[in-house]
T-cell receptor, first 112, second 113 residues
Framework: GESVGLHLPTLSVQEGDNSIINCAYS??????FIWYKQESGKGPQFIID?????DKRQGQRVTVLLNKTVKHLSLQIAATQPGDSAVYFC???????????FGPGTRLSVLP | NAGVTQTPKFQVLKTGQSMTLQCAQD?????MYWYRQDPGMGLRLIYY???????DKGEVPNGYNVSRLNKREFSLRLESAAPSQTSVYFC????????????FGPGTRLTVL
């Protein structure tokens, strides 16, 4: 697979446990946020998004929390499975524009 | 549906050589994007095309050119490759705007010696 993510922070969780991945964003004017999953050797895959007028959004086994006060975004994965092992990164944009700012990512490792 | 396809998967160039990275999507999307991804860093937008016939610069356009050949295809050209352009390049497409879900290709790993 690609060499990107060699020096990323890693979160190791036991299979079946819940995972929480965090992201600090920089622009207080950002109003739209996305979480992506990237498996080794593949392109990023959309997981869930949230607009700045919300503080929580739920999907299937995933929840995104947005705290605009401290400019913090988190992704919670319930009942983590081996297939969840990947690099996860957040992206933010202002005025719903094309120029997203992407975080470097966190590597999630699911232990059997 | 193949989604977003990219060619080649891997490429090694010498400094000063040129090449074109190809991208095609079969989802009838209007918008297409080129990103680069460097180790330990997030994706950075190089160029995007909001519709056939239009292209706009992203965050890091220097050293690159693009062509939106038709609705399906969006190519990225390096006229004179430099070692700083060693990276993994991803193409993406979305229905209309960047806040529509972007679908990414598998990437091209480019090394410039």
């Amino acid at each position: 697979g690609e060499s990107v993510g060699l020096h990323l922070p890693t979160l190791s969780v036991q299979e079946g446990d819940n995972s929480i991945i965090n992201c600090a964003y920089s622009n207080s004017a950002s109003d739209y946020f996305i979480w992506y999953k990237q498996e080794s050797g593949k392109g990023p895959q959309f997981i869930i998004d949230i607009r700045s007028n919300m503080d929580k959004r739920q999907g299937q086994r995933v929840t995104v929390l947005l705290n605009k006060t401290v400019k913090h975004l988190s992704l919670q994965i319930a009942a983590t499975q081996p297939g969840d092992s990947a690099v996860y990164f957040c992206a933010e944009t202002e005025n719903y524009g094309q120029n997203f700012v992407f975080g470097p990512g966190t590597r999630l490792s699911v232990l059997p | 549906n193949a989604g977003v396809t990219q060619t080649p998967k891997f490429q090694v160039l010498k400094t000063g050589q040129s090449m074109t990275l190809q991208c095609a999507q079969d989802m009838n999307h209007n918008s297409m994007y080129w990103y680069r991804q460097d180790p330990g860093m997030g994706l950075r937008l190089i160029y995007y095309s909001a519709s056939e016939g239009t292209t706009d610069k992203g965050e890091v356009p220097n050293g690159y050119n693009v062509s939106r050949l038709n609705k399906r295809e969006f190519s990225l050209r390096l006229e004179s490759a430099a070692p700083s352009q060693t990276s993994v390049y991803f193409c993406a497409s979305s229905v209309r705007t960047a806040t529509d879900t972007q679908y990414f290709g598998p990437g091209t790993r480019l090394t410039v010696l």
